[in-house]
């Protein structure tokens, strides 16, 4: 078919990418692929040539594979030598709406920027980011998408022996706060004001990028997004487990699905990243965390905004300062959306609070206890809340909210399922040991109505309090 690629990203030259070629598989096989997305991407391939195209082995017309550079500030400390180790961005393609999508395979060899790693990614975490990324989607939460894994047949040394995997993964760009920070770092402004350009015109097109107030309007638009995506992460449950900045994107989707995890039992400081000794991005820090990294890319401004470094912090950090009520009027009004109200109110913000604190000390399931609510069903809500509950009932009355509203507004915004941990890991084990697809096919079948009640969706709606109790998640893709 005819297919031809831009490289975009590519042209921008050296200074920002380096030219790499995927390393060559043999036999590389198709085991997952995401038709919808195809069919979105206007990609119409028989199974050897999507292996073939997205190991690597074979490149689309007018793709100039690159590994992109960048820095990041990783557990808080600035790495300035990060860069893309074991991916490769093929090219733009885009999209039926016309939107412009980028091809990035993970785990396709080494590169200039592999430092000491090896440039693979194991067949596991890549099945789990096709998961996670394709039940976040289907959650309503902005995300970074999984075209395909496919699977190397290659041995690989992680933990223990596997086998080797690359996924494709699909973004609207994959422009960091790393990327900015990289060019920062060694005051080069002229591919900063580029990357200014190129960010604004791809995701915020609005601004008009003659302006001079262009850097404000973009930072604080980044605020904006950023807002609206962590508000998504808590509304669900969801742990990224790794906010480095070079995961962060200024488009606000979410990237990097590795060491990521489902809260189950509701706890702010849970967290299950095996490097996270301090819980530095446990699930109730990460509005903090994001407010940081977004404090990261102020820095990165500073010298395009003003030659005068004072006038210029002057002129940002009030955008940045944005920031804490931004997220909380937007935090609150989820909350309340939770609540079965369509506004936020003092009451929906109290209510909200104690409901969060009553789950906490009694170790409370976080989606099964909003599923139970939203069921309106009186059997189905712990005894522990009945107090709460008819503090919420009486609340509910005085908004003058139908009940058909109430119910619709809970299910839109309480899931039936997630990707809960002890399923992710049993669909992997069952992809690695049996090279069998079937489980994680099924899984994802319901994962993709989180909302709806499907034949199978009772089967992973269990909870495992002590399976998550002990869980750990791994960077080693
Ligand atoms: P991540 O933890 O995925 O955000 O990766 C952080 C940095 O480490 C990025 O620059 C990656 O490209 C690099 N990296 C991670 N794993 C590997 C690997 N197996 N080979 C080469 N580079 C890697
Ligand atoms: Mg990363």
């Known amino acids: 078919m005819n297919i031809k690629l831009h490289s975009y990203y590519a042209d921008l030259g050296k200074n920002f990418s380096a030219s790499a070629k995927p390393e060559r598989i043999e036999n590389p096989q198709i085991l997952m692929w995401n038709q919808s997305l195809a069919t979105e991407l206007g990609l119409n391939l028989t199974p050897t040539e999507q292996a073939q195209y997205f190991s690597g082995k074979k490149l689309f017309a ?30 733009e393609i885009r ?75 699909v973004a609207t760009s994959h422009l960091r706060v790393g990327t900015f920070e990289y060019f920062a770092a060694r005051g080069m402004y002229e591919e900063l004001e580029q990357l200014v350009n190129l960010t604004t015109s791809r995701h915020y097109p609005e601004i008009d990028i003659n302006s001079p107030n262009k850097y404000l309007e973009l930072y604080s638009q980044v605020i904006g997004k950023t807002v609206q995506l962590i508000v998504q992460w808590m509304r669900v449950g969801f742990i990224h487990g790794v906010m480095n900045t070079d995961n ?48 990261r890319l102020a820095e990165c401004f500073i010298p395009l905004i003003d030659k005068d470094e004072k006038t210029a912090i002057d002129t940002i950090m009030p955008v940045l300062k944005s920031y804490a009520d931004k997220y909380e009027t937007a935090f609150n009004h989820m909350m309340a959306n939770k609540l079965g109200f369509n506004k936020s109110s003092n009451a929906t913000v109290k209510l909200s609070n104690d409901l969060l604190s009553l789950m906490q000390q009694n170790k ?21 809340l009945n107090q709460w509950r008819d503090d919420w009932k009486s609340e509910l009355k005085e908004n003058s909210q139908s009940h058909e509203e109430i119910t619709k507004i809970m299910q839109r915004n309480n899931p039936l399922v997630i990707p809960r941990n002890h399923h992710v890991e049993t669909v992997l084990k069952d992809v ?28 992973y709606q269990d909870t495992a309090p002590e399976y998550d109790f002990s869980y750990q998640t791994f960077c080693g893709t």
């Open 62 to 91: 007018g793709s100039k594979p690159v590994a992109m550079a960048y820095s990041g500030h990783q557990f808080g400390h600035f790495n300035p030598h990060l860069g893309d180790g074991r991916a490769h961005l093929l090219g």
């Open 95 to 169: 999209n039926s709406d016309g939107q412009i999508q980028e091809l990035h395979l993970k785990g396709s060899g080494a590169t200039p920027f592999s430092r000491n790693g090896d440039g693979k990614c194991a067949i596991k975490p890549a099945v789990r980011e096709f998961i996670m990324s394709e039940a976040m989607f289907a959650l309503g939460v902005p995300t970074t998408r999984t075209l395909a894994v496919v699977a190397t047949g290659e041995p690989l040394y992680r933990q223990q022996e596997t086998t080797g995997a690359i996924v494709t993964r």
């Open 248 to 295: 962060t994107l200024l488009s606000g989707e979410t990237i990097d699905y590795g060491p990521c995890a489902m809260l189950g039992v509701y706890h702010p400081s849970a967290v299950y990243s095996s490097i996270d000794k301090n819980g530095r991005y446990a699930f109730g820090n990460q509005p903090n965390i994001a407010h940081w990294n977004l404090a």
């Open 364 to 384: 409370l399931d976080y989606t099964q206890t909003f599923h139970s609510l939203s069921s309106l069903n009186e059997q189905m809500i712990p005894d522990v």
């Open 432 to 459: 690695e040991e049996n090279q069998s697809t079937e489980k994680v096919n099924e899984f994802l079948s319901v994962l993709r109505s989180p909302y709806e009640m499907t034949t199978k969706t009772h089967k």
